[in-house]
T-cell receptor, first 112, second 111 residues
């Protein structure tokens, strides 16, 4: 069974631009959660999608948004990028019961 | 919401010694407590988990204990090896709600 796939692996953007990150969960998993990981703040929960609906949301500004498609693939969008948005963005796929979360390798975003 | 605190932030042990990482959580309704290991350049990997109806769980050299009354849980690694060196995260969640993570512990096992 293939694992969680995140694309791209690395991204460099300029302040003010927007970016879209993609996550394909494990086949059969319907839940996708997004996390921001920085050295200072650790793993911060962004939001979770289940069956194309946002089920939970963390404390991030409206510049951070996401969506989930009917095949459970999810995208995360960050608009008007700031230097502080530089981080590793991780996606986690959940199975039945949703409690076990399996992470992808992440997308490392650098904002310059 | 749930708040998870993790200690220590760094831990250095000699190969063969034991390592213990501790976490506390704030919401008594939390009922699922996983531990993740993150190696350099990789996403976190689930290594062991425990649910609130169990007090202890073992998997080879790794064990997790849960004290619901005190709202803390711990990861125990015995006979540590250099390949155990990584960042370890604890987490807590309440059923279907979002999972909250501790700040992480960087474990170094010296050969």
């Amino acid at each position: 069974k293939a694992g969680v796939t995140q694309t791209p692996r690395y991204l460099i953007k300029t302040r003010g631009q927007q970016v879209t990150l993609s996550c394909s969960p494990i086949s059969g998993h319907r839940s996708v959660s997004w996390y921001q990981q920085t050295p200072g703040q650790g793993l911060q929960f962004l939001f979770e999608y289940f069956s194309e609906t946002q089920r939970n949301k963390g404390n991030f500004p409206g510049r951070f948004s996401g969506r989930q498609f009917s095949n459970s693939r999810s995208e995360m969008n960050v608009s008007t990028l700031e230097l502080g948005d530089s981080a590793l963005y991780l996606c986690a796929s959940g199975g039945q019961g949703r409690t076990e979360a399996f992470f992808g390798q992440g997308t490392r975003l650098t904002v310059v | 919401g749930e708040n998870v605190e993790q200690h220590p932030s760094t831990l250095s042990v000699q190969e063969g010694d034991s390592a213990v990482i501790k976490c506390t959580y704030s919401d008594s309704a939390s009922n699922y407590f996983p531990w993740y290991k993150q190696e350099l350049g990789k996403g976190p990997q689930l290594i062991i988990d425990i649910r609130s109806n169990v007090g202890e769980k073992k998997d080879q050299r790794i064990a997790v204990t849960l004290n619901k009354t005190a709202k803390h849980f711990s990861l125990h690694i015995t006979e540590t090896q250099p390949e155990d060196s990584a960042v370890y995260f604890c987490a807590a969640s309440i059923g279907d709600n979002d999972m909250r993570f501790g700040a992480g512990t960087r474990l170094t096992v010296k050969p």
